[in-house]
């Protein structure tokens, strides 16, 4: 339930969502989250945060994460997320996420970290490096989402089990104690708004995929995008039709249809005929003049560094407010004694 204000007007619902750095920003990023981030901003409270505290959970270069941090807040800015509209911040900016983590250790059992698929996914993939902070990634996760009392939390099905455990942490928090915190509910994205790998549409693009060469960045120039396009993997068909038997051609309808903002109907009729080469060409163009206007904002923006740096400022004060709010009183709760 929407809270009612002095005025008596429901209050916007409060929409939390987070992007880690770990990788630059790709096509898939955009169509299936950031993209849907927008479109969020005139109809709830949006808190969009640059998750850089998640980022060293993994092997990390502190130039690359530095450049990244900047870099996402101008794509973030170029995209059209709006700091009048929305709180955009950097995690490690706002000391209370830190904070509440601690506290949410303390009310979670080792047994359900331990059953996180990602930690042990990630710890499979890099046994040199199972980290404490990885294995407490999903309670800095926890934290980021119920500082800000989030009503809802728009996910992909990778973050369901996290989210899940968010959920079963602040109902203990709320029942150990009295109610404290908003239990969040995720917003799935819709079907279609996956995008494949273009040299192997059969898994997820993704910002830190192996192979490069699949992956359109949103900041790649027009020369490498269209290499990308023109390498497109896709079947030995030569109808373009969306079918799950044809991943590659579907996939490349997909991303066709979003920028083109075509039905997928649509986008098979126009390409009736039309030769697969052909198709990839017009892809590839579609996609570099989409990309075009963002990547004109972003080279402005990511040009004026003190910009950037204030909107990162007046982002974290604002969401350091919510978030003290939150933190005393979990504090108070706990017993934590309160300095006058
Ligand atoms: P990640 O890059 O995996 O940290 O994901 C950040 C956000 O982008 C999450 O909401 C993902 O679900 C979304 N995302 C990442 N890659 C894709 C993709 N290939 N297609 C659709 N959504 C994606």
Redesign the pocket.
């Given at each position: 339930m929407a809270e009612i204000n002095d005025k008596n007007i429901p209050q916007k619902k409060v929409v939390y969502s987070a992007?880690?750095p770990?990788?630059d920003l790709?096509l898939?990023?955009y169509?299936?989250?950031v993209k849907n981030m927008v479109k969020l901003q005139d109809e709830y409270n949006c808190i969009y945060t640059i998750a850089d505290m998640h980022s060293i959970t993994v092997e990390n270069v502190p130039a690359d994460l530095r450049r990244r941090t900047y870099d996402f807040m101008a794509l973030f800015l170029a995209v059209g997320l709006d700091p009048e509209k929305s709180i955009l911040f950097v995690q490690s900016h706002v000391p209370q996420h830190a904070e509440l983590a601690w506290v949410l250790n303390c009310y979670t059992q080792f047994g359900e970290a331990s059953r996180m698929t990602q930690f042990k996914e990630k710890s499979a993939k890099n046994p040199e490096n199972v980290n404490l902070g990885l294995f407490a990634y999903p309670t800095l996760m926890a934290a980021d989402i119920l500082l800000y009392q989030a009503d809802l939390v728009?996910?992909?099905k990778?973050?369901k089990q996290h989210l899940e455990l968010a959920r079963d942490i602040a109902h203990r928090f709320n029942t150990v104690y009295s109610p404290t915190f908003v239990v969040p509910d995720g917003i799935f994205?819709k079907h279609g708004?996956?995008?494949?790998n273009l040299l192997d549409p059969t898994s997820?693009?993704?910002?830190t995929d192996d192979n490069t060469n699949g992956v359109v960045f949103l900041l790649d120039d027009a020369d490498t995008i269209m290499r990308k396009f023109k390498r497109a993997v896709t079947d030995c068909d030569t109808d373009i039709r969306f079918d799950e038997s044809k991943p590659g051609i579907s996939n490349l309808i997909t991303i066709y249809s979003v920028v083109s903002d075509k039905t997928v109907e649509a986008v098979e009729k126009e390409f009736e005929g039309v030769s697969y080469a052909d198709f990839k060409l017009k892809v590839g163009e579609a996609v570099v003049e989409y990309l075009k206007p963002i990547q004109a904002k972003y080279n402005e923006l990511i040009n004026n560094k003190d910009y950037l740096l204030e909107v990162m400022r007046n982002g974290a004060e604002r969401a350091s407010r919510i978030a003290n709010k939150t933190l005393s009183k979990v504090y108070r709760k706990v017993g934590f004694v309160q300095l006058p």
């Open positions: 992007l880690k770990t990788g790709q898939g990023n169509i299936g989250a728009p996910i992909g990778d973050q994205s708004a996956k995008i494949y997820k693009m993704g910002k």
